[in-house]
């Protein structure tokens, strides 16, 4: 997700027609195509058992990978800078994933992350559409600023070895990402975001954000991680 307001995102949204059923609807295609290919990239670096790129490469080339599919997202180039990213997410992924799946209940423990955000995400974007949903759209201001300190105290809990405050962060990108997903789907289908890819990034995010953070705090409760 671009580095700006997300309520600027939404000015001027307008209630839904075709033209915002099309973005939705193209933008869950490529959603799935991009989840997919990532969980295949996270499975190969997981099983091989690459290297993690580390954290400043990881900030480096999601940061730049996401400005350059932000430069790119009216044309078709910008689809292969979707894959990109989320391919380079996915790689970043594979070493949780392999220190998970190398404990006694991982497969349970990836399985459960899995199915939970699977759930947590279809049941957010039904409710954000239907007509007695929260306007999230309001609360763009809230989540940008939500999302910025929970990333600035994660970096923290990472440079001085803090389980306890990444335990919390992770709890709290749980709520943060619920809401991302909420608000872009009630953006999408209110005219507000109108271009896909940069709509299938901001779902992808908070997608593999849920599912990193949720396997985290199971992980961790599960009793097979301080």
């Not at 209630?15 to 915002?20: F, K, N, S």
């Not at 990108?173 to 789907?185: D, N, P, Q």
Request: hydrophobic share 55%; with cysteine.
């Amino acid at each position: 997700m671009a580095l700006e307001s997300l309520e600027s995102r939404s000015a001027g949204a307008l209630p839904a027609d075709a033209g915002q059923h099309r973005v939705l609807r193209q933008t869950y295609q490529l959603l799935s195509l991009t989840l997919a290919f990532s969980a295949v990239v996270a499975a190969t670096t997981a099983a091989l058992n690459l290297p993690h790129p580390g954290l400043l490469l990881t900030l480096a080339g999601y940061f730049g990978l996401l400005f350059l599919t932000s430069y790119l997202r009216n044309s078709a180039w910008g689809i292969l800078s979707v894959f990109a990213l989320t391919g380079f997410m996915g790689y970043t992924l594979g070493g949780l994933l392999g220190g998970v799946l190398a404990l006694a209940n991982g497969a349970a423990l990836v399985a459960s992350a899995m199915g939970v955000t699977a759930i947590a995400f279809i049941g957010l974007s039904l409710y954000a559409r239907s007509e007695n949903a929260v306007d999230m759209l309001r609360f763009g201001n809230f989540l940008f600023i939500g999302i910025l300190t929970a990333f600035c105290m994660g970096l923290i809990a990472v440079f001085f070895s803090l389980p306890g405050i990444a335990l919390a962060v992770s709890g709290l990108f749980v709520l943060l990402m619920c809401g991302l997903i909420m608000f872009e789907t009630q953006n999408i289908v209110r005219g507000g975001e109108t271009n896909y890819l940069m709509a299938t990034v901001t779902l992808f995010v908070a997608v593999y954000n849920l599912f990193a953070s949720l396997l985290h705090l199971f992980t961790a409760f599960a009793g097979d991680e301080g």
